[in-house]
């Protein structure tokens, strides 16, 4: 099992190296950082200055490797164009992000999952269509346009709600987290429902109602838990792309998050910014990934049983 | 689970198991398929029975519906009456239903592949029958249930392992280990060595038996391999397009053959005594269970069949107190099928 859990790990470096290369070289083309920090007024004088002052007359590989080794030897992101470290902004937008995340991704399965299990338990009958209507509506609904919808209703007409910003703790989040996990929730309605389809017609819950087990245990019990893993690696991968910041709730509700920061760093050209908020996602969507695996290792028994080998 | 005790009569009838005049039909979207039409069975107290017919005859359908697990929809119970110890099946509520699944009728099924919850330990799920009938809690249950792995030859230690840890014959073991958790007084064994392989049916085969003995528990085995009603059965059952055609003692299928269908099956089996002879299959395909048959539904591959097989649904007739054949040839007081007569 720990073996697994090092290779993971291991596994993580090659990953960072290729992504964070593939972000620097694209940002490499998107401008001039000198420019973007001096501003249009510039002369060509003080932007060759600046240039050879940040490095960027040199070759992309080595501005890449002293790049990446700041990083990995001294755990230094940089400074973006306006002198503030990377790292410590980065950061301070991250509790945000992860906030909003947890708080959707609960929203998401305490929707879905109990929705999706009585579409399953209820095929073919009108609970069942009415969810599926509901769910393909989720699916399509653009966000900002929910997100938009719900302001005007809950902040404007009724004012029960703040519109935007996150002054008010948990009531600023109320919308934005609805307004991300609608979507995830009406995939995973469906997940649910075919998941639960699958183990409902299993031959085991056969065996266990020819031993008298109550319907209700029959569900919860012997479906749900066959029927958990894939919906479990569906919500995980939501809750990673949550991680890597909601750009469009983010910025429809002015929500303080890593997904704002970020798209506010490729509009002013500033790429240590990118580069490095990219570099700290991908670090933390790797790091649940891996957990989620783990987390697999303890529902089924058959996949704990692949990691050690036997 | 405690108050699932004694809320079923117990007071024991002759009969453990009697079903009167069943009928079972399936409606799906595109047609209505007739899987049981109208049979009577009865089940003495530690006798086994054989349930033997081709694939589609109604066996399957017949034993599950004796648990109310006959899948509803498509399947629809159109008639008659079960009596599980004098307890009318199909006037249980849920709850006593729930206390008669395991407890009076517990059953086998036939893929042990498929038949076992994967990520429940294999201990736990005997215990789950065992807390949901006794009135014992969670760890005395997987103490019971250990116990019971080891009746059915699996160490107790191996309780806490999963299915897949298992091999094929070992997980029909632990699925009889299940079924006979809490001494049922009926099992049902939808063909339980199928699945399996030759070398393991046998020793299945013989544990179920053991046990059977041991417990005293009566038995509904189901099978299209007449070698194995031979070895188990005491009494024979023969389905044909979800009809009982003919019924008996094991002696009085085996060695009396009567119906022309049975005749056909035995005629089916290899010749040990000449190997190089073929197989006589029965001619034809089994019959369509889309058809509501008001005649004899094998009058088409029937060698002896007449003009009347294909106007009547043929008669039960009794030749002693437990054969009973339903086939129009034998009004004729004179026919008499090949098989037994072959040289005289």
Known sequence: MWKYVLKRILFLIPIMLLSSFIVFYLMSLTGDPAQAKLGEDATEEQLEMLREQMGLNDPLIVRYGRYIGNVVFHGDLGKDIWDKSVFDEYMARLPYTIYLACVSMFLTALISV????????????????????????????????????????????????????????????????????????????????????????????????????????????????????????????????????????????????????????????????????????????????????????????????????? | MEENKDILKTDQPEYVLEIKDLSIRYDTDDAKVYAVNGIDLKLKKQTTLGLVGETGAGKTTTVLSLLKLVPDPPGVITGGEILVNGNDVMQLSKKELSAMRGKEIAMIFQDPMTSLNPVMTVGDQIAESIMIHENVGKEEAFKMAQKMLETVGISGERAVEYPHQFSGGMKQRVDIA????????????????????????????KLMKDLKDQFQTSMIMITHDLGIVARTCDEVAVMYAGRIVEEGTLEEIFKKTMHPYTEGLFNSLPNMKDRNSKLKPIKGLISDPTVDYQYCAFADRCPYATEKCWQEVPAKRYFSETHMVMCSAYDDPEFHIARGHENG
């Open chain 1, 114 to 310: 109990p929705l999706g299990i009585i579409a399953a338990v209820r095929q073919n009958k009108w609970e069942d269509f009415t969810l599926s209507a509901l769910a393909i509506a989720g699916m399509s609904i653009p966000n900002f346009w929910l997100g938009l919808l719900l302001m005007i209703k809950f902040a404007l007409q009724l004012s029960w709600l703040p519109t935007s910003g996150a002054e008010n703790g948990i009531l600023s989040l109320i919308l934005p987290a609805f307004c991300t996990a609608v979507p995830n929730a009406a995939l995973i309605t469906r997940m649910t429902r075919s998941s639960m389809l699958d183990c409902i017609r299993a031959d085991y819950l056969r065996t266990a109602r020819a031993k008298g087990v109550k319907e209700g245990r029959i569900v919860l019990k012997h479906a749900l838990g066959n029927a958990i893993i894939p919906i479990l690696t569906s919500m995980s991968n939501q809750f990673a792309i949550l991680i890597g910041g909601s750009v469009v709730v983010e910025t429809v509700f002015a929500w303080p998050g890593v997904g704002s920061l970020i798209i506010n760093a490729v509009k002013a050209k500033n790429t240590n910014m990118v580069t490095g908020g990219i570099i700290m996602t991908t670090v933390f969507v790797a790091i649940i990934l891996l957990l989620v695996d783990l987390l697999y290792a303890f529902l089924d028994p058959r996949i704990k049983a692949q990691y050690q080998g036997k």
């Open chain 2, 178 to 205: 299940i079924a006979l958790a809490c001494h049922p007084s009926i099992l049902i064994a939808d063909e339980p060595t199928t699945a399996l392989d030759v070398t393991i049916q046998a020793q299945v085969l």
